[in-house]
């Protein structure tokens, strides 16, 4: 491990300031999670209590006793790191207490008056009142506007009446509302006088403050385990509401308000500016994916160094061969790497943008919404696919071990995979993408993050003319990442124009060529990806040393290289499609990726190390920073707790003897006469 | 879903009869699940014990629970379907039971003497030991040889005496041997007299008949949950040996024995056919692959049916959309069960040749041992990695709800991932098929299986002459798939060549081009399936009628022509890098690809019943064959233990308001003042 880690042409601590934004940031969210792991009595030879015998319950217990810890620390020390995260990295949804800065607070400050923000956000900010967040039903995800729970206007007392239809518009899968939020804003139908308004945002209390027990109508629970593996720290749940009485004046009403009298005012785009809190939760969660993804790869790439395995490499090393050295498995971790960098650059330029929006809403300027709003879809979907592909690679590439509850490892997959399905079901997020594009290639002019497609005509049939070391230029492979999605999209665009031109609906044009539409949707991130990479490598020499220069210079081009000319990629088919490379371009590629493969072995360890400064965020058996695998697994193995109970009986699982395997063996007519050993 | 079932064209028992083999075997198998599903008490509105609050040794009873019940159900009614799945279509060794025929007896059948088998195997049969096959440890896996376990002869006592020398050298991960099972294949170290004459098979008890206590010597153990997913109903263990003794008659002596005065003898091959008894697992898992990803897809197309969300594809219907009619929806459903058969029917294939090189064996002839062996290797590895990405893809397609452990399909995916690393690491197997692929390359007369490579010569530049409907000619098809592997295996053989002409040695000129490798070596097996599949199409009239042939015909075109053409398949670059193709008949193949999937849509109901006829099977609450999915959702739901037990406590989670969320909002200061609605 020390071989691995002193190999490395920098501190992995510069490299932190960057991602982390500054040394600043960095040395406080060190300093945050060393705390919380410090409360929490985590001690990497001591089994995790949630890799022992616990139940639903004792799960929910440890993720209230987490989520307590950090929370507090936050309001004590003044930082904000666990708004976002655990004190394992994952999203701060993800504890029973996290709701609150994650989805409450923000979709507070976006649809609440300056009045009802100044009531609720300290009592929320402060942890006097614990929040969530409650969309989704059993039958209504994505398309919000099927949402059946109704808010009934009742004149005579000044409220609303909550309710539940019908069986199917049960709230299900808000986080927290099992049996841990106190609040929650509640999206509803706003129905005066029998006529529909649509889905509009409400402060509802759920349970009292007194003993917690649910508010009157309110039926909650839990959703049981949540793949059995992550988010199982908070209690996703479910509401049904029978006729719940609240005041007139908890409708969130920023954007739309009610009258004493029942009259509806409502500001122009109204539909459309409610559901602005979900950029916000797209924009964490891809900077979640970069994070979980770097862990991943920091347990792998610690695991195949110390891991040893066969001797078909004819090293001159004595002993077996680390498996770091084989092609498939550095290729892999290397290329991964890469990617996470990319997210997480990607991530601070979206972030950028977002926060522009936000001021210019703040004067009352829309006008880059949609665009923003493909731009977060569009990171979203690539972000979290691109990020459970390699976390799930990873704990592959760590074998059976990789396999144990104990690696850490099936946690962070089960957590990140989750993020392609919620906030916006990644083919859905496509869909919304493709439709943009669309939109922009029939306006009168590009939109400008579109603009580059105008240099690329439909025909065109140009080739490639960069060779060899060409490719190391950064901008030669902006050239082809623009060619290829210009193209892609010219095509698609061309598709569905022709359908539409013989009379098939917008619709179903759209959706007969969704799939060409994704491909384009993610050649045209993809471009925006590495720009955003690029712009990384324009940062000032006291924050990027001539070192930090070079390896990210060598990761941008690894991640870029490896999108065009990997072997193993997919959608490298939409590079070489139209004839724009012939085979010794994509040999020269190849050949150069072999040499930044090289290059950047040796800062392999320091390049993961440089996200995951401690061991308890990582909590892995096989994934610790001092690369002790063997003996640390043994050690928690022997802790579990069947282990210990077994130890108590006689080396035996006793129930397991008593009520089957006992009778088992007596049914077969076991014991009679079967020689302990045979003598043959 | 009515609906979507009464539209298909075929009645899926005549479907099922050609999956399980026979007409007679299909109604044994479905029989022998009703049987089993009753007796553990399966009622698909009553929620399964294993997604209620079970921990760790909860969860091993249930397993004993079923795997008791399943092998009696073998020996009651005489038939094996148990000793290749559980209850739930899993693989055997999910079960503490399983373990017994899974790798117990047939690796006793291969490396026993007659004597020997002719003592143990009726016992393991009969149920009167539960066997387990003990061959990785703690830092061994794939590579066999590196195993450190040692069995040391003693002259004087006429014993073996087995020894964990080192920390690293305890068996771990063995399945059934930390609690359930009482008899172990051992793989260790023979040594004579101080020499090493490599890993060898013993036969070791490991627990007591008469109280299950571990016999002297043996330190056993679990090892937690794995992936707190699956294969939590066994108990994969580790075990630590002190010194224990065997009889010398206990070193299985089919290929290799040593005599009373310690002199050793083995037969010619001894160390290939030692591992002859993967080949057997290997088969089986590639079973399990079709059966599991058909699984998933099965609960993931009656999820599609039933669900509805938005209007956007403007039908006729009044209500929601079905997300089925949603292009990347049905396309993705219906290319991955093109997959589940096509995994099916390739081991129907793979199965033939395994059974006819055990004949051959028996005469002594070995010598399609080599084929064989890189056969089942790529079967393994395709088949393992294409059912666990659909099986994950079909879960996120089930949208959050695919996130529910109840849904069942977090265990599948869990239980079919596992297989991309046992039995065989995939890139491991990939790399073996690779050195298969250029030492074939290298003989003077390129074997069987590689004989087409010779119709093309490297350099051919030839077009595909096909065009329009001529890509439903499956000869089509083979041809296109033979061109491309054949100029993949030409270029990695060139190129390692090449290297090895320049001094490299070979290992390292392998390893450098493992990439391409495994790219060849895909190619290669897909020519194998997709020949399997036609093969089907030869079954006669009575087996297959008119409906039946024709459904397969579609959806083996669908297969062919989605590996090369689809826009979101992977390695389609492959089939496109040299020019074979020229875009129009990409379109072409696009084209088909649309027509098929309006053909197959209303069978896709009738296509996934065909693999599975039991609820049971699955314990999917969204997946039951009647469709009725949110009744079944809220009933389960409220039935979690945490729900029943905070009926009992006031609707709250008691423990957590006592221990941490009371405490949290008092240190808050949260009670005082806070009112209960904010009246602005």
Same mark, same amino acid.
């Given at each position: ?6 190999? @490395?042409?920098?501190? *992995? ?5 960057? $991602?982390? &934004? #500054?040394?600043?940031?960095? +040395?406080? =969210? ?87 923000? @100044?009531?609720?956000? *300290? ?5 006097? $009142?614990? &929040? #969530?967040?409650?969309?989704? +039903?059993? =039958? ?541």
């Amino acid at each position: 491990m020390e071989k691995g880690r002193s190999s @490395a042409s920098f501190d *992995p601590k510069d490299l932190g300031t960057i $991602i982390y &934004g #500054s040394k600043q940031e960095m +040395e406080q =969210a060190i300093a945050a999670f060393e705390r919380v792991e410090n409360i929490l009595g985590d001690d990497n030879f001591k089994l995790p209590a949630t890799y022992g015998d616990l139940n639903r319950q004792q799960m929910l217990l440890e993720g209230l006793r987490a989520g307590k810890a950090t929370f507090q620390d936050g309001l004590k020390h003044n930082h904000s790191i666990f708004d976002y995260t655990t004190h394992l990295f994952s999203l701060g949804n993800a504890n029973p207490c996290g709701l609150t800065a994650f989805l409450f607070t923000p979709f507070l400050k976006l649809v609440g008056t300056d009045e009802q923000v @100044a009531h609720w956000l *300290p009592l929320a900010e402060s942890g006097q $009142i614990i &929040g #969530s967040y409650s969309q989704t +039903e059993m =039958a209504h995800g994505t398309h919000v506007g099927g949402i059946e729970t109704t808010a009934t206007f009742d004149r005579e007392t000044d409220e609303f009446v909550i309710h539940s239809p019908t069986p199917t518009s049960a709230k299900y899968w808000p986080g927290g509302i099992g049996y841990s939020a106190s609040h929650t804003i509640l999206m509803a139908r706003l129905i005066i006088d029998g006529n529909d308004y649509g889905v509009h945002p409400f402060m509802v209390q759920l349970r009292s403050l007194e003993d917690f027990k649910p508010m009157p109508g309110i039926e909650m629970g839990d959703i049981g385990h949540v793949l059995k593996m992550s988010y199982n720290d908070t209690d996703n749940g479910y509401a049904i509401f029978n006729y719940v009485r609240i005041p007139r004046t908890d409708l969130l009403s920023r954007h739309a308000s009610v009258s004493q009298l029942g009259a509806y005012t409502s500001v122009p785009l109204r539909d459309k500016l409610v559901y602005g809190g979900m950029l916000n939760g797209r924009s964490v969660i891809v900077r979640a994916a970069a994070f979980q993804l770097a862990q991943a790869l920091t347990i792998a790439t610690r695991y195949s160094v110390v891991r040893e395995q066969g001797h078909s490499l004819d090293l001159d090393d004595s002993g077996e061969t680390s498996i770091m050295a084989y092609k498939h498995q550095h290729y892999r971790l290397l290329t991964m790497i890469s990617q996470a960098y990319a997210i997480l650059f990607a991530w601070k330029a979206g972030n950028l943008a977002h926060a522009d929006l936000r001021i210019r809403q703040t004067n009352g300027d829309h006008s880059t919404l949609p665009y923003i709003h493909a731009l977060m879809c569009s990171l979203k979907a690539w972000s979290t696919q691109t990020a459970a592909d390699g976390a799930e690679e990873a704990r592959k590439m760590c074998g059976g071990h990789g396999y144990l509850a104990m690696s850490g490892l099936p946690e962070i997959v089960a957590s990140i995979t989750a993020t392609c399905t919620f906030e916006g079901e990644n083919w859905v997020m496509w869909g919304q993408v493709g439709r943009y594009l669309l939109k922009g290639m029939d306006a009168t002019t590009l939109p400008v993050d579109m603009a580059y497609i105008d240099q690329y005509c439909p025909a065109d049939e140009e080739q490639c003319r960069a060779k060899g070391k060409d490719f190391l230029d950064l901008t030669v492979l902006v050239e082809i990442f623009k060619h290829r999605a210009a193209r892609l999209i010219h095509e698609a665009h061309a598709k569905v124009s022709s359908e539409v031109g013989k009379g098939m609906s917008r619709a179903k044009a759209q959706n007969k060529f969704g799939l060409e539409l994704t491909v384009a949707a993610r050649a045209h991130i993809e471009v925006y990806i590495l720009e955003a990479c690029i712009q990384q490598l324009a940062l000032p020499e006291e924050t990027a040393s001539h070192e930090i220069q070079q390896v990210l210079r060598r990761m941008i081009s690894l991640f870029g290289l490896t999108v065009i000319a990997s072997p193993i990629a997919p959608y490298t088919a939409t590079f070489i499609g139209d004839g724009y490379f012939t085979y010794s371009q994509i040999f020269d590629m190849t050949s150069l990726i072999d040499d930044l493969l090289m290059e950047l072995l040796p800062d392999a360890v320091a390049l993961t190390d440089a996200f995951c400064f401690t061991d308890g965020s990582l909590r892995s058996v096989i994934g610790c920073k001092d690369g002790d695998i063997y003996r640390r697994l043994m050690a928690w193995t022997k802790q579990l707790p069947i282990n210990v109970e077994a130890r108590k009986n006689g080396g035996r699982f006793k129930e397991g003897w008593e009520l089957y395997t006992e009778a088992f063996l007596k049914e077969n007519k076991g014991f009679a006469g079967i020689p302990v050993r045979a003598k043959l």
